[in-house]
């Protein structure tokens, strides 16, 4: 099964960057799930390297080990819950070494992860990582710490991210946690919480600082980017009504995004997760003004049905979703789309897999990921509906989905062939050394030979000549 994100992000990667030289205790960060626990946890290493300690990639000469976790999906869960079992004989060996767990299961298992896995010390929700200070005074006197208590503002806005184990060129920029869309398949509105923006000065001055820095690209990041809202002076909470928030300054995701452009205007720009639900046409009018603004937006959808979009609470229709795409090609006609497409979720007749089928014909996404419905506890879908659908009829139907998502992306990196495009160079191509990988504005991966005098960072011309299923291939040219 395809993992969401899993060529952006490695999934349970640790990261180590040399940082404080006085720091003296040694910190094992491993991420697991989507980008956001990734940003997250350079925040935890932020806060954790004024504490004394700076990362490692060895967890045996760690005194501190962290996972951040995911609870997306049931596997998961069980992958972090396997990379604990690893640690049992560290922690037999080093009594004094603490282990903690951070994130999303955090959240939903709260006290239950102490009592199940007899070797964590330590449970930090995702909004509660500036108490780590205080948790650890609790591990480090032999006592179990826990704190999951979610907030209604906690943006940790004035934070300066450690950047771990990035390439220096792209950066993740968070500008709203939690969720308020209450899909009925998701766990994240109850381990993230409510949603909230941050404050666009703070997240101004954090791309600047990363321009300033060497950084080449940042990717404003969100649940759902395009329900950010922040109000002059103050959150939404403090308003008693609309009309009185209306009189102040309100800033929202297309206004964000075009003070970005302007105040970064050589910073490529990207954006993530947009909302069919809450994205509107200015976005990609903006998008549209902005050289530096990506062509690109991963805009899931999750089925074709409108009786599954329904179930899902998802609150648009397929036409709906297919009008703003038409809208938006005309807007952006360069744009590519990406999905998040779930298969098998209650009730789902063949009937409705074959409007998925179609309306991913319709689109032509460029990217997918997709999954089997996985229940989660506590959702609305697991209090009151069935998970009916038998797991070989799941996975039938989430490899027709990934066939033809095959299918569309080859069709779509075909359509890129015999053109010039710009392309960041990101890195060394994993198969070849001798080759730059990058991505063009619409997300594409792109390979090529290193030419002399190039360099990780360096905006190129690359002209393509063939492609893959995923990938395209091409040489620079003089732009
Ligand atoms: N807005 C978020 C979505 C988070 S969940 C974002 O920033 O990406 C990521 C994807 O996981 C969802 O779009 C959905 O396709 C999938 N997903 C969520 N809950 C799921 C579940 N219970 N079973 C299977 N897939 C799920
Ligand atoms: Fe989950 Fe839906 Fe929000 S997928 S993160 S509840 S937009």
Redesign the pocket.
Known sequence: MQE?YIDETKQGEAYAIAEKPQNNKKLFLESYG???NFSDSEIVASILSEQGYNTTLKPEEADLILLNTCS??EKAEQTVRMRLSQFKSLKKERPNLTVGVLGCMAERLKTKFLEEEQLVDLVVGPDAYRDLPNLLKETDSGRDAINVILSKDETYADINPVRLGGNGVTAYVTITRG?D?M?T????PFTRGRERSRDPHSIIEECKNLWENGYKEITL????VDSYLWYGGGAKKDFKNASEMQKLTAVNFAQLLDMVAVAVPEMRIRF??S?PHDMTVDVFQVMAKHKNICKYV?L?V?SGSDRILEKMNRQHTREEYLTLIKKAKEIVPEIAFSQ???VGFCGETEEDHQQTLSLMREVEYDYG?M??????PG?A?HKKMMDDIPADVKQRRLAEVIALQGELSRKRMEGYVGKIHEVLIEGISKKNENQWKGRNSQNAVCVFNKKEGQNIGDMVSVFVHGNTQGTLLGETVMA
Not at 185 to 188: A, E, I, W
Not at 221 to 224: A, E, K, S, V
Not at 371 to 376: C, I, L, P
């Open positions: 969401k989507c980008q956001m997306i999906r969720c869309n899909c398949f998701c766990v994240v990041l969100g649940q759902n993530s997760t909302n991963h899931p999750q998040d497409m779930i990921y999954f089997a419905y996985s229940e989660r959702t879908a």
